[in-house]
């Protein structure tokens, strides 16, 4: 069935400058002088701590003594595609190591009620052809992605030289043994010939630095700790029958709190969802997988849908082109091509496609301000969640179930946005606009280490590269890269992630890019029996000159936007190249685009020089 545009209000009904007025006074009401320094690490007193695991028993050992030719740092999806890119490669003597109890990185972690994919899960499984899968669901259960996961890493023998349960606390570059010592919490020592970064992006959880948090005596824990044994219920059935006689607060509203606030709504005795910045929320759509549609894709239909999403979600569409994906995520760009369909497609320069664009994304976020508006019955209620601010400042949602909840009797919208977060916990609960909650129990889906300094997000002790220097103070400025994956004195290490590549709408199609770009670095240095691969200085500067020469300056409309992780919370800083920036996905990419990035890497492969690399040998072989 064609795609068809979304009804949105006309332009005309659309006071583009109040509304511009409107998103500054909201963004203001947030920002806040701390920054990143707001949030605090869940660490002592907490319960549910990043270290521990609430899924699975975690058993004791001896220390390891192992060398290995590659460590994978990471089991997530960025983990495990690395492992099946290096097989496929033939490199065979990989180590995945993860401090979780199996594959799956964040679907792992996260088994909190109502867990779900939030993206086209057709597009964000990888491997689907290959693997012959296809997702029971447009956007499939969490459960279903975290056994998907196994299911590769057992199709490609990635279980064999695992080791779980084991976090990884740093990492020294050991110049005459020329590789890269490994220190775990397990006290084992690790010689790997490469490492390949997968450690994510969301997987060190934050809390809200909230005066008094530690002096509250009930239950606390976050979102990717979820403790069914307090609840009640599990992630395939969750029934949260233990909280029937519980007063639970829930601090956040992103992506995570959208998911479970219906299922702790329809279970808690009272439910007070704390809440600073609204989200965007629209209808979800997601009816199982249509056999007869499968039966219709050809092969290459995976490639394809992430082309065409990227288009959707990002680019702009072509004249002419579906829209596969059809969702909120595609909907500005979709009603623009049909408006400029209907105008015959006229050029336009940059700036003005720019410009048609920000008027349909005033025109959507109306639709979803009036979308809340019929749904939520009491009249103060609606006006606090409806989202005032660019459509890609935040993360959008969907979500069926989610306004709804605000109907029951037993819940309660508590808006701290006025006073830029929780005011203050207690020893019963916490204190909103002068007045003190008593809770059972307090929920915190406050998000995750995205965009805070390395040592926060990668909590690494240690991380020396040649000469002792420390990748803390090699990148204090900014990222410094070849190509996004690899840095000068740091050799034979790879990272996967955001750091100065390009940007993919799909983030496990851009992690499958950059795992397959290392397993050929990786092969190629293997095969010609080199001990080490780096990136020269000037290869590096060249490419980072290049980098920044031709970025796209997003930092007036980030600054625009509400804080967020997206824009590192509204904090700047001064990059490697003296201007100012906000540190974010969406300010380290690759400005010409990603099929430009990915012609780039393309040519450098086909041209098989290594070129740039320092290509040191290796006298033992
Ligand atoms: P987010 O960082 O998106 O949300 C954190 C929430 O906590 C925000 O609502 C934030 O408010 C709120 N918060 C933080 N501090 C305070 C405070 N002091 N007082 C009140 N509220 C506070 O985390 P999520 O876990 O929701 O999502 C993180 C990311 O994980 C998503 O953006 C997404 O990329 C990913 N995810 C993906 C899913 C998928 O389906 N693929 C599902 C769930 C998550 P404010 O907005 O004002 O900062």
Redesign the pocket.
Same mark, same amino acid.
């Given at each position: 069935m064609k795609c068809k545009p979304t009804a949105i209000p006309p332009a005309e009904e659309i006071d583009i400058p109040a509304l511009r007025e409107k998103y500054r006074q909201e963004r203001d009401k947030?920002l806040k002088r701390e920054g990143q320094k707001?949030?605090v690490q869940p660490v002592d007193d907490f319960e549910s701590t990043y270290e521990g695991d609430p899924h699975m028993p975690v058993k004791s050992r001896e220390p390891l003594s192992k060398e290995v030719e590659v460590a994978v740092l990471g089991a997530g999806i960025s983990g495990i595609l690395a492992g099946v890119d290096l097989k496929k490669a033939g490199v065979t003597d990989v180590c995945t190591i993860d401090h979780a109890g199996d594959f799956g990185g964040v679907w792992y972690w996260?088994r909190y009620p109502g867990?779900?994919?939030?993206?086209d899960a057709y597009c964000?499984l990888p491997l689907l052809e290959e693997m012959g899968y296809m997702p029971s669901k447009k956007f499939a259960d969490g459960a279903e992605i975290f056994e998907y996961c196994q299911s590769i890493a057992r199709r490609f023998d990635l279980y064999d030289n695992a080791i779980f349960h084991t976090l990884v606390k740093g990492m020294r570059w050991d110049e005459t043994l020329l590789r890269w010592r490994i220190i775990t919490d397990r006290g084992d020592d690790i010689r790997a010939r490469f490492v390949i970064m997968a450690n994510g992006l969301?997987n060190i959880p934050k809390l809200?630095g909230?005066p008094g948090i530690h002096d509250y005596k009930g239950k606390m824990f976050h979102?990717a700790r979820w403790e069914y044994d307090y609840t009640g219920g599990s992630q395939k059935d969750p029934v949260l029958d233990k909280l029937t006689d519980k007063r639970v607060g829930i601090?956040?509203?992103?992506?995570?709190?959208?998911?479970a606030i219906p299922h702790l709504g329809k279970y808690a005795r009272e439910l007070y969802v704390?809440?600073?910045?609204p989200?965007t929320v629209d209808q979800r759509i997601n009816p199982p997988t249509d056999p007869e549609w499968v039966k219709t894709l050809k092969p290459g239909w995976q490639a394809e849908r992430h082309a065409n999403f990227q288009r959707g979600a990002l680019e702009g569409f072509l004249p002419g082109e579906p829209d596969h994906v059809c969702d909120f995520w595609t909907e500005v760009n979709r009603n623009l091509a049909a408006e400029l369909e209907a105008e015959g497609w006229p050029e336009l320069s940059p700036e003005e496609f720019m410009e048609r664009r920000e008027v349909m994304d005033y025109r959507v976020m109306e639709r979803m301000r009036r979308r809340v508006e019929s749904m939520v019955k009491d009249r103060d209620t609606a006006e606090a969640l409806k989202p005032y601010y660019r459509f890609s400042c935040?993360?959008p949602l969907s979500n069926d179930d989610y306004y709804d909840t605000f109907n029951l009797p037993n819940v309660k919208l508590i808006d701290?946005s006025t006073t830029k977060?929780?005011e203050e916990m207690t020893e019963k609960g916490f204190i909103a606009h002068g007045k003190e909650y008593e809770v059972d129990c307090m929920i915190f889906? !406050?998000?995750?280490e995205?965009s805070s300094d390395l040592d926060r997000r990668w909590g690494f002790d240690v991380f020396e590269g040649r000469g002792g220097v420390s990748i803390y103070d090699h990148w204090a400025d900014g990222y410094e890269t070849l190509h996004g994956v690899m840095t000068h004195a740091f050799p034979n290490l790879f990272f996967i992630g955001y750091y100065q590549g390009g940007l993919n709408a799909s983030t496990t199609e851009q992690y499958h890019r950059q795992t397959s770009h290392c397993a050929y670095v990786i092969r190629e240095a293997l095969a010609r029996g080199l001990a080490s691969v780096e990136p020269s200085k000037a290869a590096q500067d060249a490419y980072v000159k290049h980098f920044h020469d031709t970025a796209i300056d997003m930092t007036d409309f980030q600054r625009e936007c509400?804080? !967020?992780?997206y824009n590192n919370e509204s904090e700047t800083r001064i990059g490697s190249d003296g201007r100012e920036k906000f540190r974010s996905f969406l300010g380290e990419t690759y400005g010409p685009g990603w099929t430009a990035f990915e012609k780039m890497l393309g040519d450098w492969r086909d041209q098989g020089e290594l070129e740039g690399l320092v290509l040191v040998a290796d006298p033992a072989r």
């Open positions: 947030r707001q949030y996260n867990i779900q994919c939030d993206n964000y969301l809200p909230i979102t601090v956040g509203t992103g992506a995570t709190a959208l998911q704390l809440q600073r910045t989200s935040k993360r701290v977060g929780v889906a !406050s998000g995750f995205v509400t804080p !967020s992780y």
